[in-house]
């Protein structure tokens, strides 16, 4: 089969977001994502709810995605499918679903890891996007996960540094919840941010390896802080909202640049590519562009719709796979905690 004709059809089901995307020759055709709002009201995403709606969402996500991409189901050359890591719930409902229709329509199944395909929505081909040389260092900061991986290869990859507790995005979220912000508060605590004072009060950054995260601390830090003042000055969040967020913005965000200049420092390598919703954070996006001018640093930050949970980046690993006839078996099982 020539690239031309080649369709791969990438499902992502491991969070709280149904999606489905066809590439074509390393362009995609179509990215539909069923966003779940049910787990709003809960503040944090309710694994049982996250699997009930996958259930309901697939089948008309799968039929848009092949809609939007204007094919019919049996022009697709393969299935993509996230494996793992994830809710157990939710990868059932995929991999079930995508193991099924591989067999039905008779082309390879392949299995994709979610964190690598997070690392490889940087090849997809966009308008504004460059694709990082290797060797590069990733950083991929969301809701569910905060890691520096080294990749020499589209395959090759080596995590350097994680956190030990809550994601990134968490202490963004739990920190907004603390303000009465609604869930997720990371947008908001970033558009407060860029109206207060970074250094109006001072967050502890927690101590861990050189490479490493953790955020449990700054969250109980944020809590503290807040009931004191707000036991002195009831309108105490009200009146200083933009100088509370920029604050934990700027504690967040020096703290993963420490990270990521530990990092270039002991592995020599200056071309940095961020990933995951977190990557939309003005402030991230800031330090990074000067982290160019001041160290040389080559970054690469995907659109955004490929940073956030998509089947963009799951069919995008599907064809560099597709390539080397790396196919999964058909009794392939979900894996919650699937490694590289
Ligand atoms: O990648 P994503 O859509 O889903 C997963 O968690 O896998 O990331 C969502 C996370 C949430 O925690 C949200 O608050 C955070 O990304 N987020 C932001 C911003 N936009 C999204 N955090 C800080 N600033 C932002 N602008
Ligand atoms: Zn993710």
Redesign the pocket.
Do not use: L
């Given at each position: 089969m020539t690239q031309k004709n080649c369709y791969i059809l990438g499902i992502e089901s491991s969070?709280d977001?149904t999606a489905a995307a066809v590439i074509n020759n390393g362009e995609i055709r179509s990215n539909v994502v069923a966003t779940q709002a049910i787990h709003e009201q809960y503040g944090g995403v309710v694994p049982e709810l996250a699997s009930r709606a996958h259930q309901q969402n697939i089948v008309p996500v799968v039929h848009q995605a092949l809609r939007i991409a204007n094919i019919d189901k049996n022009q697709l050359s393969a299935i993509a499918f996230t494996r793992g890591p994830g809710l157990m719930g939710s990868l059932l409902v995929g991999t079930s679903f995508s193991k099924s229709l591989a067999l039905g329509l008779g082309i390879p199944l392949i299995d994709v890891n979610h964190m690598q395909a997070h690392i490889l929505a940087h090849f997809i081909k966009a308008e504004g996007q460059t694709a990082p040389n290797f060797p590069f260092l990733a950083m991929t900061i969301?809701?569910?996960?905060t890691q520096i991986v080294k990749v020499t290869d589209y395959f090759e990859m080596e995590i350097i540094g994680q956190t030990i507790d809550d994601?990134v995005?968490?202490a963004?979220?739990k920190s907004a919840k603390i303000l009465g912000l609604p869930y997720?508060?990371?947008?908001l605590?970033?558009k407060y941010a860029q109206q207060g004072n970074p250094k109006a009060f001072k967050f502890p950054k927690p101590k861990v390896g050189p490479m490493d995260f953790s955020f449990s601390g700054l969250k109980t830090s944020v809590l503290y802080f807040v009931e004191k003042e707000v036991a002195q000055n009831p309108d105490f969040i009200s009146e200083n909202i933009a100088d509370i967020c920029a604050s934990i913005q700027f504690t967040i965000v020096d703290y993963l640049m420490d990270k990521l200049k530990n990092a270039v420092k002991k592995t020599g390598i200056k071309e940095v590519a961020i990933g995951?919703?977190?990557s939309?954070?003005?402030g991230i996006r800031n330090a990074l562009k000067e982290a160019e001018k001041k160290y040389g640093w080559k970054t690469h930050i995907p659109k955004f719709e490929f940073?956030?949970?998509n089947a963009a980046m799951i069919a995008m690993v599907g064809e560099l796979k597709y390539k080397t006839q790396n196919f999964a078996e058909n009794n392939v099982v979900a894996s919650a905690r699937m490694k590289f």
């Open positions: 969070c977001d969301s809701g569910g996960h994601a995005g968490e963004f979220d997720p508060g990371g947008p605590v970033d995951g919703g977190v939309a954070n003005s940073c956030t949970d």
